[in-house]
């Protein structure tokens, strides 16, 4: 973490978006890796850093002992206070600590003198979002040692282009009562010039560095010790707080931004087990994503758009032929095979199933990991954590931009009920590809809904989701028996004994499905049509 000026701190997210006030610089943006220490020691040799660096690396040593109460009030708010000590000079330090650093944020601490050796817990008030009262209440006596930090910062100052960028190895030993923690990390804080420098060079270095986009911070990871558990976990899914004041621009900027700390939590949990609950929410957390560019595309550059909801395409595809084998075994084979008891061609069926299930979760791993997904990750990034895109909008696109969020969503949600009403009451002998054709359009209107969520909290809100649900589950129901049809007819073709039965016997369970998903979805359409619109009234 670079030094900052005392007195000012700056706590958002830039340079897009929410605007920073006038009377402040520009803030500088901050984008913090994850290294593996092994990677630390090779860094000054570097070739893309000896190419660009301005002049030789400074090195710095410094330790921090950051003070909280028994029950960590302070950290709880979101901010660490701790003495600060740099060779003989010791400085009161206040850093926000609210904000996963993920992607790249605006986090500046205020460094301050210090009356004595003694912190002054009344500046704490000054912070945003403190709670004053909280703080008013604290005295230096309630406040005790929680953690140190030991820091060693090497810093290169870089040229990229137009961009000036410093680049910091932060290689931290953390000590508390319930243990001790050790981790590297690269900071890339931009100083001057284009953002896109920042990214672009970010990019170039992973070619040759392997690094993560950091989830925590050294402080938050100390928290974390300590407290024993995560206040910084990102929860996949979870609703990013909205106002229908903001401007369409910021709401898709804090959507986008939550679906993209979802993608990457999903991603990160997948390992060698390859679980079927590990694969489905990592393919639908790629959906959500490619459903923001889609629902947003009007508002979005449309080339750059595309291409990165192609490369998330293909990621969801790398894991799709492993889903379908586990919706298959779970929802088709195993109701099947409880059905029919002792069958032993459905034994043989399971079997080769989960062979060929186990080699389709293999290649999909092994598809995952050998996409540039940290490459895609910074791209995103930049998109959604600094809202930076490719292009500048046009005049349509910049004018919906800044429309004000609540009216653009009340028009979204307008539109989009009333397209599906249109396609789903003309179905009553509707083919595959059309219930196919109306389970994506289930699929665009649930995200409208779900992104616009936040907008309109309520029941009626929630009984409009619960209907459509039920609509997406017949939907799915009526696609896994197409499916498993066709995944039946592979497995057949690996037991010359039971194949044809076997199959058989899938297709008339799946048929048997179909038509009782058929009847239901007539009752569960009319409950659909006459639920109230929760926008109504808006």
């Known amino acids: 973490m670079i030094d900052a000026p005392a007195d000012q701190l700056v706590e958002t997210e830039a340079p897009r978006g929410i605007p920073v006030p006038a009377t402040l610089p520009p803030p500088a943006l901050r984008l913090l890796l994850d290294l593996d220490p092994a990677q630390a020691a090779g860094l000054a040799k570097n070739e893309l850093i000896l190419a660009h660096a301005a002049r030789r690396p400074v090195v710095r040593r410094l330790r921090q002992v950051f003070w909280d109460t028994p029950g960590l009030t302070i950290g709880r708010q979101g901010i660490g206070f701790a003495i600060e000590t740099i060779g003989r000079r010791k400085q009161q330090l206040l850093r926000p600590i609210g904000a996963a650093p993920t992607g790249g944020r605006i986090l500046t601490p205020i460094a301050a003198a210090l009356d004595g050796d003694r912190l002054d817990p009344a500046r704490l008030a000054f912070l945003p979002g403190v709670d004053v009262g909280q703080v008013a209440r604290l005295l230096p006596g309630d406040l005790v040692p929680v953690f140190a930090l030991d820091l060693h910062r090497t810093v290169w100052q870089l040229q990229w282009g137009e961009t000036h960028l410093s680049l910091t190895l932060e290689q ?19 100083q001057s010039g284009p953002i896109q420098g920042l990214y672009e060079i970010a990019a170039k270095l992973h070619r040759s560095l392997p690094f993560e986009l950091a989830t925590h911070d050294p402080v938050q990871l100390a928290y974390q010790l300590i407290a024993g558990e995560d206040w910084w976990q990102v929860e996949p899914g979870a609703a990013p707080p909205l106002d229908a004041q903001m401007s369409v621009e910021q709401g898709i900027l804090a959507i986008g931004r939550a679906a993209v700390a979802g993608l990457r939590v999903e991603v990160g949990r997948l390992d060698q087990a390859m679980s079927a609950d590990q694969i489905h929410r990592a393919r639908v957390a790629m959906r959500r994503l490619r459903s923001v560019l889609s629902v947003f595309g009007k508002a979005l550059p449309d080339q750059p758009r595309r291409a990165l909801s192609k490369d998330l395409s293909a990621l969801a595809s790398a894991l799709g032929q492993a889903r379908e084998w586990d919706v298959f075994v779970s929802e088709t084979l195993a109701p099947l095979a409880a059905a029919m008891g002792e069958e032993r061609g459905l034994k043989g069926l399971g079997f080769t199933a989960a062979v060929l299930r186990e080699r389709a979760a293999a290649d999909a791993l092994a598809a995952v990991g050998a996409s540039d997904f940290m490459g895609l990750s910074l791209r995103l990034a930049a998109w959604f954590d600094a809202g930076l ?118 297709a008339g369970w799946s048929a048997a499905e179909t038509e009782t998903a058929r009847r239901r979805f007539a009752e569960v359409w009319g409950t659909f049509v006459k639920v109230p619109r929760f926008w109504k009234d808006r």
Not at 172 to 190: K, N, S, V
Not at 389 to 406: F, T
Request: proline share 4%; charged share 25%.
């Open 172 to 190: 931290t030993a953390t000590e508390a009562t319930a243990g001790t923690l050790a981790l590297g990390q690269i900071e890339l804080m931009l």
């Open 389 to 506: 895109w490719p292009e500048s909008p046009g005049i349509e696109a910049a004018s919906l931009l800044a429309e004000p969020l609540g009216r653009y969503a009340l028009v979204l949600l307008k539109k989009s009920h009333k397209r599906f009403l249109a396609a789903g009451n003309h179905l009553s002998g509707a083919n595959a590809g059309e219930l196919h054709t109306l389970r994506i359009d289930a699929k665009r209107l649930r995200y409208i809904t779900e992104f616009c969520r936040p907008l309109f909290p309520g029941k009626a809100t929630r009984r409009y989701v619960g209907a459509l649900r039920d609509i997406q589950d017949i939907l799915g129901t009526l696609n896994d028996a197409v499916v498993a049809r066709g995944l039946a007819a592979k497995l057949a073709a690996h037991d010359d004994k039971h194949g044809a039965r076997t199959a058989g016997l899938v």
